[in-house]
């Protein structure tokens, strides 16, 4: 948009440019022209945030100078791939992404083994590898990675900028996008910002939330929950060299950064666009829910948030429109979606965002053996925006919050205290006859709240059902598994699995023995890949060939089926049985190529009245095939029926 103010001020500022950057201009053609366009957006955005400061000049002008820089910086292949995108804009929308997480020392020992890794991926058909953070840290004080130290070294543990060099080169040649993080919201207490805080230097003092006393604190405290109440009660933390107060929401050694301060929001955005420089197709923004802190608020999903998100993304859209971004913000369903930009069709904020209320619904699901609340959730779900996608997981790195809107578990028939109760007791494997083998995170004796951690294989059962030797309890939490996996293969969005699920690895206890690790159970599911074992993903009868030929197949599937891809396509359906789950996906193209999804939750056959589906106009008439198994399903006196812990995905064929 062309506005008097904001472009008086951008010739201005070009012209203060101008003698560093006179001589590339045509060199520079397409970054002015994003410029151009997106000026109003990103001056209007700084202005609501900084406009009251004397220096909003000044640091107006240093952001442009960021953007102009590494865009000079950016290597001409990269340059090529977003002209390339910005013609296919609707290109991460495809079914033919599927994702992985992985902590690289966990998955190869380093980033150099990881590099020579590369044909797993393309063995289990995953085109999309989240690198987990690689980034320096305190020994012992890293909150596995999400403490950098520096944000622009990679750890030596890891590797070196040459070794992700290598990958990013080697997953080009394979067209496997690559996703790193930028913890966007705090630094550990190592870093050079905070060290010179330290030592008393008042630039960088303002870099983070600092108190002569608990006055303010205090009046935080009243309304901020806390995050880590159990190794890290509280959301200040004491300097004693300082003799101040730091405000520390994660753990006391992470340092809240404070964005009300311009030069916090210019160096992240040089971090930003350092990272995307090297190649990664895709920033995960970690924590960004708490990104703006707000006197008697929980300090979460605030406006200014979401402003300075758009503020990021405006940027980067300037210097690397190809580059998306995650967001890693697990927090109430209705607040997740508006990450994505609200009153929007594209994406003004993030354009891919976890799926975290999914991913809880899920496992209530597989404990309850009903899909009540999974279809009660989903229906409160508001439609994404256009150009957007979930990130949909099943586990990750982190542990399962219970964050259902209470409304909804209500809407369910339970009452929510003694829902959550229940789940927590279930997956910890405190209630009667639990299969699950997980651990507890994060009690908080204050509000009786608890969080989940454990391994996929574990908390589904395999675990136990193996040390036991019961066969018949081996092949159910196989198929609880694959179950979960079709939900996050058909759901619509980024299937994102995490390593280690798709050869069924257990909880490892180890982290109980390493006194950094012990007080975060956490740990019980990062593990070190044990390549050995991996190898059985060949022999025929085992539980790793059984998992992986299946996920392998999935993958397949979901990568030929376009009514997968992710346009708002998806329509539940009301089963009339409380254990089945269904949802209708149709291509967006062709919506007569329709595939109904249907899963059952329950130990018992369950059917559906076709019925239901005639009065959709599905399977009028036609006979039906099950994509997954390539046969006919069973249909008896007209109805279909499930067996127990499987799913159809049914095409009119
Ligand atoms: C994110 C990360 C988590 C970390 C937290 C604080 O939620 O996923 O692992 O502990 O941020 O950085």
């Keep these: 948009m062309y506005e008097q103010i904001s472009h008086s001020l951008l010739n201005e500022i070009l012209e203060e440019l101008q003698p560093n950057i006179y001589e590339r201009r045509r060199e520079l053609q397409h970054f002015y022209t994003r410029l151009g366009a997106n000026f109003y957006a990103i001056h209007n955005l700084f202005e609501l945030l900084y406009g009251q400061r004397d220096d909003f000049k000044f640091q107006m002008t240093r952001l442009v100078e960021v953007l102009v820089r590494k865009y ?35 998955f190869a020992g380093n980033l150099r083994n990881m590099a020579t890794k590369t044909a797993y ?51 080009n040649k394979r067209d496997i996008l690559m996703v790193l993080d930028v913890v966007v919201n705090h630094t550990s207490d190592e870093h050079e910002w905070a060290q010179k805080a330290i030592a008393g230097d008042t ?33 200040f933390t004491w300097n004693e060299t300082m003799q101040k107060w730091v405000m520390t929401v994660f753990h006391d050694f992470q340092w809240d950064l404070n964005y009300s301060n311009p030069a ?17 197709d895709i920033i995960r923004l970690d924590a960004v829910a708490f990104l703006w802190k707000k006197m008697g608020t929980i300090c979460q999903n605030e406006r200014e948030a979401h402003l300075l998100l758009q503020l990021m993304k405006d940027c980067c859209q300037v210097t690397a429109p190809g580059t998306l971004f995650i967001a890693e913000a697990i927090v109430a369903p209705v607040e997740i979606i508006k990450y994505f930009g609200e009153d929007a069709i594209i994406a003004k904020e993030c354009e891919i965002a976890y799926n975290a209320t999914l991913m809880a619904l899920l496992w209530d699901a597989i404990a309850t053996q009903n899909s009540k609340l999974l279809t009660q959730g989903l229906k409160s779900l508001p439609d994404k925006l256009e150009r957007a996608t979930w990130l949909n997981y099943v586990r990750c790195h982190d542990d399962i919050g219970l964050g259902f809107d209470d409304n909804d578990i209500r809407a369910a028939g339970y009452e929510p205290f003694a829902h959550r109760q229940f789940l927590i007791d279930f997956f910890t494997g405190n209630y009667p006859g639990s299969f699950a083998n997980g651990a507890p995170f994060m009690r908080n004796d204050k509000t009786g709240d608890a969080r989940i951690s454990g391994s996929l294989a574990s908390l589904a059962g395999l675990e136990k059902a193996t040390q036991s030797g019961n066969e018949q309890e081996v092949a159910i939490a196989i198929d609880k598994i694959l179950l979960l996996h079709n939900l996050i293969m058909a759901f619509g969005g980024i299937p994102l699995l995490y390593y280690g699920d798709e050869i069924g690895t257990f909880n490892d206890y180890g ?18 890949i044990d390549w050995e074992r991996a190898e ?50 149709f291509d967006h193209n062709r919506p007569s190529e329709r595939v ?7 130990a018992e056959a369950q059917s559906l009245d076709l019925q239901t589906l005639a009065q959709e106009g599905f399977g009028n008439s036609v006979e039906l095939t099950d994509l997954y198994s390539g046969k006919r399903p069973t249909i008896e006196e007209g109805r279909l029926i499930v067996q127990p812990f499987h799913f159809y995905w049914l095409n009119e064929y």
Aim: proline share 3%; glycine share 4%.
């Design 72 to 106: 000079m910086n950016r290597s001409r292949k990269l340059k090529d791939l977003d002209l390339a995108r910005e013609k296919d804009h609707n290109w991460f929308l495809s079914q033919q992404w599927v994702g992985m997480a992985l902590y690289s020392a966990g």
């Design 121 to 171: 991926f393309q063995e289990l058909g995953v085109n999309l590898v989240h690198i987990m953070p690689i980034l320096k840290c305190p020994i012992g004080k890293s909150d596995g990675g999400y403490a950098a130290s520096d944000f622009r070294m990679i750890d030596e543990r890891v590797g070196t900028l040459d070794d992700l060099q290598a990958i990013a080169e080697e997953f």
């Design 203 to 235: 630039k960088y003092q303002d870099y983070y939330y600092i108190f002569e006393n608990r006055d303010i604190p205090d009046m935080y405290e009243e309304s901020m929950p806390e995050i880590f109440p159990e190794s890290s009660p509280g959301n």
């Design 264 to 280: 916090v929001f210019i160096e992240m955005i040089d971090v930003i666009l350092f990272w995307i420089n090297q190649g990664a």
């Design 511 to 528: 982290y109980l023995n390493d006194h950094d690790k012990s007080a975060d159970s956490r740990w019980i599911h990062r593990p070190a």
């Design 536 to 585: 059985l993903r060949k022999k025929q009868g085992t539980i790793e060939h059984t998992l992986f030929t299946a996920l392998k197949k999935m993958i397949a599937i979901r990568k030929e089926t376009t009514a997968f891809a992710d346009f708002n396509n998806r329509h539940l359906i009301d089963t009339n049985n409380e254990h089945l789950f269904a949802f209708m996906r």
């Design 596 to 602: 109904l999804v249907v899963s059952n939750f329950s």
